[in-house]
């Protein structure tokens, strides 16, 4: 047992680097949004909220769950690799 020990200690050491490498900045939010063909304007009509809101929450000067989550799910990544400052990462449990 204390032998697997240093082995999962290392596991979880790499997941935790893994999870900061994709920490995703302002400007990665909106390069990665533009190459699937999204922007705020567009995100804000489906929403129903202003490109000016979108902005704010992509730039966290503002929050807003619907925002965060319509923008984590275009994207395809957790909330927590979108807006690391909001939500954290849990792992999952066995």
């Known amino acids: 047992m204390t032998t697997l020990l240093p082995a ?3 596991q979880l050491k790499l997941c935790r680097a893994e999870v900061y490498n994709s920490i995703m900045h302002p400007e990665d939010i909106k390069a990665e949004l533009r190459k699937r ?3 705020g304007a567009k995100i804000g009509k489906k929403l129903g909220v ?3 809101c979108v902005s704010a929450v992509i730039h966290g000067r503002s929050r807003s769950a619907m925002v965060e989550k319509e923008i984590a799910t275009i994207l395809n990544k957790p909330l927590y690799v979108v807006f690391p400052d909001y939500y954290s990462y849990q792992p999952p449990s066995d």
């Open 8 to 10: 999962i200690k290392l």
């Open 37 to 39: 063909g999204w922007n």
């Open 50 to 52: 202003s490109r000016h």
